[in-house]
């Protein structure tokens, strides 16, 4: 990385501080605007080199530790409806927040639902890294709990069905649908029941509509955990030696 020189550009602000302390009303006549691209032409300063090192070699020190292992490729793509990636991070969600959404509201957390979009890299099978959690979630989301009536759950099959994606939908669902109708429809092991509410986790910026999961908005109850989804990861990385996910057939088209 390169940088402009700070000590002359000190020298330019002292001089503005100077030139403004003038008793004469100065007045806009004219601007200039100018692209000054910084390339390997500039040189770094070593003060901030030197200033920077240390920090930066901590840095990389513990985005390199080993946290865990899996002994799959992990991806988004792999499955059809559903993914050995996304069916993780949904699972391992679930069993991070539940805990804290049950302490808080003596309430359970029935499944846990995002988006494909959100994972932004795959994980190779070996040892999985702190770098390997930022890369997964760069992303400062934080997780959410939600309380959907049955009519908004019927709203997120539907997206479900016209997305015809693998977001990642935790294990307490199955859901199969044949022509376009649900063929099966389970949550926590029992028939959906259209009359009850749902809490459902996710994430805030899904929530609030994005990729389109507008079935999130206006709940009947919001519950902000203060659990970043990317401190989720981590700490079920941390406690996990060997992770373990499949497909599961929880999410598929029976036709």
Do not use: W
Request: aromatic fraction near 12%.
């Amino acid at each position: 990385m390169h940088y402009i020189n700070f000590r002359f550009a000190a020298y330019c602000t002292l001089f503005l501080m100077i030139i403004s302390c003038s008793t004469d009303k100065k007045q806009l006549v004219k601007t200039q605007t100018s692209v000054l691209p910084i390339s390997d032409t500039y040189q770094s300063d070593s003060l901030i080199e030197n200033f920077i090192l240390p920090y930066r070699t901590s840095v990389q020190k513990e985005m390199s530790k080993v946290i865990s292992y899996t002994p799959i490729d992990l991806n988004p793509f792999d499955g059809q409806l559903e993914s050995s990636l996304g069916n993780l991070l949904a699972d391992l969600c679930f069993e991070q927040a539940n805990p804290v959404f049950n302490k808080r509201t003596e309430k359970n957390i029935d499944f846990v639902l995002f988006n494909r979009g959100g994972i932004r890299a795959p994980i190779g099978k070996g040892a999985i890294t702190n770098e390997h959690a930022f890369k997964l979630m760069p992303f400062e989301n934080i997780l959410v709990v939600v309380e959907l009536t049955g009519a908004k759950i019927l709203e997120m099959v539907e997206y479900l069905n016209k997305s015809d994606r693998a977001h990642p939908l935790s294990k307490q669902v199955k859901l199969h649908l044949e022509n376009g109708n649900t063929a099966l429809f389970t949550i926590n092991g029992k028939a959906f029941d259209r009359s009850k509410n749902y809490f459902v986790l996710t994430s805030d910026y899904l929530q609030k509509g994005g990729d389109k999961m507008n079935f999130f908005a206006n709940p009947v109850s919001l519950h902000e955990l203060d659990y970043k989804f990317r401190a989720a990861i981590i700490d079920y990385f941390v406690k996990t030696d060997t992770v373990k996910t499949q497909l599961d057939e929880r999410f598929k088209r029976l036709n």
